[in-house]
């Protein structure tokens, strides 16, 4: 009962906060304040920390009847960073309580202190995967300017593996596949984790919302199986998909778009 109360208070607080301050007018409420509520849910719901360490537990499961095989040894799983491991919520709260979405300039102010949380059951899991002599690699779309602070950020916790031969940052493409390509020359992949469908597969690289859909349905037995999936309600090619990836959209724009999107009664 207090935590629901303390939860109503806080809502109020950031619906009051959000409304109280001025907006740039080119920015969209919408999308802007809906950063606000998915930061929300990340950073107060027991619910998201269920579903996260869900998430590791069955990826744990799946480790460990890998782990009983006569597979090759040289085992290694790929993770994203954000949203997949490293916590980057108080930036979307930043950004929201001045009616602002994702900006570079800010986003890299944020990762430079390198002081991203964890997210529920990364750490323990990947500290018992590396028990078990399995290599992790981490395939981020970071950019290169934001090597040391990562490093950082993933030795303060003590990730396993965090050097500059395990970070495999973006260099020219967000296309990750080459990347995971460039792992399975010296290892078998096990598991794959991330909280964007293209973390996984170049399947769905790009794809409009009807193609993300079908090829997902295609998918699902890779699901909770080979593929490990985080939460993420902030942002991703979801969103991007909802927008056809056009970038330089704007505001106004976008938010007629999010209203068309949503079905009512």
């Not at 984790?193 to 769905?204: A, C, Q, T, Y």
């Not at 699902?220 to 991007?240: C, Q, R």
């Amino acid at each position: 009962m207090k935590y629901s109360r303390f939860l109503a208070y806080t809502l109020i607080c950031l619906i009051t906060i959000s409304c109280s301050v001025k907006r740039p007018v080119t920015n969209s409420v919408l999308a802007s304040d809906g950063k606000l509520w998915a930061a929300l849910w990340q950073q107060r719901a027991a619910e998201y920390k269920a579903l996260c360490f869900q998430a590791y537990n069955i990826a744990r499961l799946r480790l460990d009847q890998d782990l009983q095989t006569d597979m090759p040894a040289r085992r290694a799983i790929i993770t994203d960073i954000d949203e997949t491991i490293l916590d980057n919520s108080p930036n979307a709260v930043h950004q929201a309580l001045q009616g602002r979405e994702f900006e570079p300039d800010s986003w890299y102010k944020w990762t430079a202190k390198a002081d991203c949380d964890t997210l529920a059951g990364a750490l323990s899991f990947f500290r018992y995967a590396a028990s078990k002599g399995v290599t992790v690699f981490y395939i981020t779309n970071r950019d290169e300017q934001e090597r040391e602070a990562t490093l950082k950020n993933l030795r303060r916790f003590g990730f396993p593996d965090a050097d500059n031969e395990h970070l495999l940052l973006k260099q020219t493409v967000s296309d990750k596949e080459d990347r995971r390509l460039e792992v399975l020359k010296s290892h078998r992949i096990v598991l794959l984790l991330g909280d964007n469908l293209s973390d996984f597969s170049k399947l769905f690289n790009k794809l409009p919302e009807d193609e993300r859909m079908k090829i997902t349905r295609q998918q699902s037995g890779n699901f909770g199986s080979k593929f490990i999936v985080l939460p993420n309600s902030t942002y991703g090619d979801w969103e991007n998909a909802i927008f056809q990836y056009n970038y330089k959209i704007n505001p106004a724009q976008k938010e007629e778009i999010i209203k068309k999107s949503l079905r009512d009664e």
